[in-house]
């Protein structure tokens, strides 16, 4: 297999990779709480091992940058572990990464996202970079990537609330990717935010509205959804499925035209 971790390239290494048209790959996580029962890197494990997992179907295609281990979560401050960034460094730091990337010749950069409220920061990041070099980069979050009919026939938490934070679905991946991280018999179903018809918490679907306050105003244990439902089986299809359209999203990435830009002034 090609080398493909970028922290183990040389110089000429990386000065080849780029003349391959590889894609970089960059797992964004966070260190946070994440209830009783899951470990504070659950959202750098799942984005920066779904990243690992794709890469190695398709190692001459892409490098897999480190991850990204801090990011923002100033809401969980309420609980013990989390390490919280101000949104406007995320998108500093991440956007300053990509800009190195395209300086010595990538022209795409794939952000992997493993956590929810990163999205804002990272979609600017994405557009920073694109904007800024001659590279384009794009984002996606890892849940986006689950086929629907995957999720809803797998389903077992109500909707919404099930599968917040902690939940079914990130409890059942880690107990696929690590099963010695996860404390199933501290899982404690709580799902306590509320839901109205506007205001609710569930990754399959969010709500419509874009709002976030203090966690422990709505979550007692740090966890938001169901994790009781979880099973390293769940586990493996996500992951197998998320893996899957991962890959085919770096290759089409890579072969995606970068026109010119047209100055109609
Ligand atoms: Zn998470």
């Not at 990509?98 to 804002?120: C, D, E, Q």
């Not at 800024?132 to 909707?159: G, H, K, Q, V």
Request: hydrophobic content about 40%; proline content about 8%; aromatic content about 10%.
């Amino acid at each position: 297999m090609p080398k493909y971790r970028y922290e183990e390239l040389t110089w000429p290494e990386v000065r080849e990779a780029v003349a391959q048209n590889r894609v970089a790959v960059l797992p964004v996580g966070t260190t946070e709480q994440h209830g009783p029962h899951l470990p504070l890197v659950t959202d750098v494990l799942t984005a920066s091992e779904m990243s690992r997992l794709a890469v190695e179907r398709i190692p001459d295609e892409a490098v897999l940058m480190p991850p990204v281990y801090y990011s923002f979560n100033e809401h969980h401050m309420d609980f013990p572990g989390t390490i919280a960034v101000p949104g406007e460094t995320v998108v500093r730091y991440v956007t300053a990464v990509g800009t190195s990337l395209a300086r010595h010749g990538f022209r795409k950069i794939l952000i992997v996202n493993g956590h929810g409220s990163n999205v804002p920061f990272l979609d600017i990041a994405a557009r920073n970079i694109t904007n800024e070099t001659p590279a384009i980069a794009a984002m996606a979050s890892w849940w986006s990537l689950i086929p629907t009919d995957l999720l809803t026939r797998l389903r077992e938490s109500e909707y919404p609330g099930g599968m917040a934070h902690g939940c079914e679905l990130e409890t059942s991946v880690l107990l696929h990717l690590r099963p010695d991280l996860v404390q199933m018999d501290k899982a404690q179903k709580d799902i306590n935010f509320q839901p109205t018809e506007f205001f609710y918490w569930d990754l399959q679907r969010p709500s419509p509205i874009f709002f976030q306050e203090w966690f422990s105003r709505y979550s007692k244990t740090g966890t938001v959804g169901d994790p009781t439902k979880a099973t390293a089986a769940k586990g493996e299809a996500f992951v197998n499925a998320v893996v899957e359209r991962l890959a085919a999203l770096i290759q089409e990435f890579r072969l995606r035209e970068i026109r010119p830009r047209a100055d109609h002034h």
